[in-house]
């Protein structure tokens, strides 16, 4: 799925900035929480109230 932030993140010295999109996988298949990997090659997760959904993996 593509995810869009809706609020900053910072995770030790990475920063991802509102607005900004990722390919993200959800943690478990009930979990909102998701994966996604920042430009530096760092995962971090986010919580449902953090991003909004772009599209999924079931949009064609």
């Given at each position: 799925?593509?995810?869009?932030?809706?609020?900053?993140?910072?995770?030790?010295?990475?920063?991802?900035?509102?607005?900004?999109?990722?390919?993200?996988v959800?943690?478990?298949?009930?979990?909102?929480?998701?994966?996604f990997?920042?430009?530096?090659?760092?995962?971090?997760?986010?919580?449902?109230?953090?991003?909004?959904t772009?599209?999924?993996?079931?949009?064609?």
């Open positions: 799925m593509i995810i869009k932030l809706t609020q900053d993140l910072v995770c030790g010295n990475e920063t991802c900035l509102t607005g900004e999109e990722y390919e993200a959800l943690i478990l298949p009930r979990s909102t929480t998701v994966e990997v920042a430009d530096s090659g760092k995962k971090i997760r986010a919580f449902n109230y953090e991003y909004v772009v599209s999924s993996a079931t949009d064609t």
